[in-house]
């Protein structure tokens, strides 16, 4: 079965910590995706790639990194520079987009609850 | 700064009724248009997809998109419980980017 996975499900934080979180996908999508969703709110963009050993800063990269070393994955590090880590955070996977046409949307994995304590 | 706006709702509707979701957006060339269903505390799941002006149907649901008005809707008939969720409205950015999302709005189907 095809799919995206997201690991962990639950993830807690100390404070001056880097975690990083999981993304694996089996459906040979170019293109991966992280959001943010804190409670209320849409998606916002952290980090995406296009392409092998390429990303691009979305609009909240600040205290986050990541990396694109393989086509199936794409982990982000949530970094002790990031103040306000507690969110629901969503990766997700398409086969991007063709002068802005995206074809089926994205698949999205389950997610990671990120919690400091 | 490329934006996707909805109504928070709550949205609350009967059961059997048509729930009607309106999201507007600001990029005159956007191409893209989806609507999202999300549980709580559940991950997003791609109910319908729209890339020209008109209606497009898939069972119970409909979108519309009408790019002159830069508006796009997702009517819902015979509205079941079990569809009580948020919806969200995504959009395409510039092309090689990312979805732009709506806040979402959350409707509840009473029975």
């Known amino acids: 079965d095809g799919g995206i996975t997201q690991s962990p499900k639950y993830l807690f934080r100390k404070e001056g910590q880097n975690v990083t979180l999981s993304c694996e996908q089996n459906?040979?999508?170019?293109?991966m995706y992280w959001y943010r969703q804190d409670p209320g709110q849409g998606l916002r963009l952290i980090y995406y790639?296009?392409?092998?050993?390429?990303?691009q800063k979305g609009d909240i990269a600040e205290g986050y990194s990541v990396s694109r070393e393989k086509k199936e994955s794409f982990p982000l590090t949530v970094t002790s520079a990031q103040k306000n880590p507690t969110a629901f955070y969503l990766c997700?996977?398409?086969?991007?987009?063709?002068?802005?046409?995206?074809?089926?949307?994205?698949?999205f994995g389950s997610g990671t609850r990120l919690t400091v304590v | 700064q490329k934006e996707v706006e909805q109504n928070s709702g709550p949205l609350s509707v009967p059961e059997g009724a048509i729930a009607s979701l309106n999201c507007t957006y600001s990029?005159?060339?956007?191409?893209?248009f989806f609507w999202y269903r999300q549980y709580s505390g559940k991950s997003p799941e791609l109910i319908m997809s729209?890339?020209?002006?008109g209606d497009k149907e898939d069972g119970r649901f409909t979108a519309q998109l009408n790019k002159a008005s830069q508006y796009v809707s997702l009517l819902i008939r015979d509205s079941q419980p079990s569809d009580s969720a948020t919806y969200l409205c995504?959009?395409?950015?510039?092309?090689?980017?990312?979805?732009?999302f709506g806040k979402g709005t959350t409707l509840s189907v009473s029975s």
């Open positions: 997700a996977s398409s086969l991007g987009d063709d002068r802005g046409r995206f074809e089926d949307g994205y698949t």
């Open positions: 459906l040979n999508h170019d293109a």
């Open positions: 790639s296009q392409i092998v050993n390429d990303f």
């Open positions: 990029d005159r060339g956007s191409q893209s």
């Open positions: 729209i890339y020209s002006n």
């Open positions: 995504a959009v395409n950015g510039q092309a090689g980017t990312a979805l732009i």
